[in-house]
């Protein structure tokens, strides 16, 4: 397959709000596509490449620029087997030889593809948001259940693996996934609630109430005496966390799965500040950078799990089985590191939960329901997250120059929300406040590093960076593409640990409108 096919749906996709029509231009090219091939492509329209950070930033991809070619003839397999060389060469000479690959492939490429391959390799083509998208157009090219493409991406951990799986082997190549212990689970997702009594009324009377901590979200895999630990977006930290490792070997099962929060504690148990927990997962976190330096001594400070799920143990696959069971489960393995929590509590009892967490410098509650079971991967309304003032993490778009005493520095930010359908994020706001002299220095840093474009007064950013912003509530706005507008956002810090395609999409934004999503101003109307 040329490549000149694949940028050729890529472009249809992009130049549609219809899901339904993204969906049938990406079914159309995996059924053109063998089994090594469709791998690649879902990998690649995904936003993702098969073999994960190639190592190649801004600076080496303008050194390989050079005339476009007249006539395509790039390949699909011709250009992964390029990048797999190319991320495999380092040492010395290695600067050379890397720039020398990718001049190969510019140079054989037409200017549509120059085009395309600068997003991809630069990060631009989504950062997976169209990872859903991508998944529904797998099911309708291999003629499968959705349900099944999801489950085996969450079991495999990769949708290009499901891909081949569904389109060489229908379902029954599907269900041969399994729950493997030692390789990271897609993890479960919560929505917000706007408040306590909202959640409670929606999943009624049987539900767990946890404190909802202000810490990183953590899988912890053991098997026999072999333990890994994984973040929320499946890197494997366990070689940051030898206190964690230490304690799950001292759990008594043969094997377990748990899947909960970490962080660290003042000496009064308090929760520290959020970045002093991420700077244990790694110098960088999930990205280039987790923010402002930190103190070092603070940074070594001692990690404490808290554990709210168990989806596997002892040989048995918990992720069918509903929360109370697998509540149960966790209590008899590791019932002293339970996250605080009450079940079927009266509202009475609910609310003064919420009122100890927030007391003790916690972020709120969560709330989930009892009978559901585990929903790797996906944010659906089996799990509640109740805080005390709204909060969403969005994409930076952009930033701003300053003035004044903030001169020279970069700081009004451009915030954007997920589009659900794979699109470009949608700007719903901007702000400058919350950002201290720290977070101010950082931005001016780092994020030019992540420059897409610029003008006099911005610099424009590829959707990399994730922040999470608090804020009074929105409303209906004629200045956004979205129709609604942040208000009061202030800046809360940056999440290293989360991918763009895990910030809160439009339709999370819309639902803060106070009279719902189909709110209207006189006459701006909200684009769905």
């Not at 231009?25 to 936003?47: H, M, R, T, Y």
């Not at 959020?274 to 990205?287: I, K, P, V, Y």
């Amino acid at each position: 397959m040329l490549i000149n096919r694949v940028v050729e749906v890529s472009a249809e996709v992009g130049g549609t709000r219809s899901r339904k029509a993204k969906i049938a231009a990406l079914a159309s090219l995996l059924g053109e596509a063998d089994a090594v091939e469709a791998a690649v492509v879902v990998a690649w329209l995904a936003g993702d490449l098969p073999q994960g950070r190639i190592g190649t930033g801004w600076r080496t991809l303008m050194r390989a620029d050079t005339e476009p070619a007249a006539v395509s003839s790039l390949t699909v397999h011709g250009v992964d087997a390029t990048l797999t060389e190319l991320a495999d060469t380092v040492g010395v000479g290695s600067q050379h030889r890397r720039t020398a690959l990718l001049s190969g492939i510019f140079g054989a490429a037409t200017e549509r593809e120059q085009q395309f391959l600068v997003r991809l390799f630069g990060g631009e083509l989504r950062q997976g948001a169209l990872a859903g998208v991508m998944t529904e157009a797998v099911a309708a090219a291999a003629g499968v259940p959705l349900h099944a493409v999801r489950r085996a991406a969450m079991l495999s951990g990769s949708l290009p693996d499901a891909a081949v799986a569904a389109l060489d082997g229908g379902v029954d190549a599907l269900a041969r996934f399994r729950l493997e212990v030692g390789r990271g689970v897609s993890p479960m997702l919560a929505s917000p609630a706007e408040d306590l009594g909202a959640a409670l009324a929606d999943l009624g009377p049987e539900v767990s109430v946890e404190y909802k901590l202000d810490g990183a979200r953590i899988q912890v895999h053991r098997n026999g005496s072999e333990v890994r630990v994984f973040t929320r977006t499946l890197r494997d930290i366990t070689a940051t966390v030898p206190e964690i490792i230490e304690l799950a070997r001292g759990l008594s099962c043969t094997s377990v799965v748990l899947d909960g929060e970490t962080l660290a504690l003042t000496d009064s148990g308090r929760p520290r500040p959020f970045q002093e927990t991420m700077s244990r997962f790694g110098a960088a976190g999930d990205r280039a950078d987790s923010g402002p330096a930190l103190d070092v001594e603070k940074a070594r400070d001692i990690l404490r799990p808290f554990f709210f799920d168990c989806l596997e143990l002892d040989g048995r696959d918990l992720l069918d089985e509903p929360l109370a069971a697998r509540r149960a489960a966790l209590a008899a393995v590791a019932g002293e590191h339970l996250i605080p929590s009450l079940v079927s509590p009266t509202p009475e009892a609910a609310a003064d939960h919420l009122a100890a967490a927030l007391a003790a410098g916690h972020e709120g509650v969560m709330v989930k329901a009892l009978d559901a079971p585990y929903a790797a991967g996906r944010r659906g309304r089996s799990w509640l997250k109740v805080k005390q003032a709204y909060t969403l993490d969005l994409v930076v778009l952009g930033a701003e120059w300053g003035y004044g005493r903030r001169m020279g520095l970069l700081s009004n930010l451009h915030l954007g929300a997920r589009d659900p359908d794979g699109g470009d994020p949608i700007m719903v706001g901007k702000t400058f406040k919350g950002l201290t002299d720290a977070l101010l220095a950082w931005q001016t840093e780092e994020f030019p590093r992540h420059e897409r474009a610029r003008d006099q007064h911005t610099v424009y950013l590829r959707p990399e960076i994730v922040v999470e912003i608090e804020l009074d509530g929105v409303q209906v706005s004629r200045r956004y593409p979205g129709g609604v507008a942040l208000r009061f956002a202030r800046v809360l810090r940056y999440r290293p640990d989360k991918d763009t395609a895990e910030a809160d999409t439009i339709d999370a934004v819309r639902a803060l409108l106070p009279n719902g999503p189909g709110a209207t101003d006189g006459g701006a109307t909200i684009r769905r």
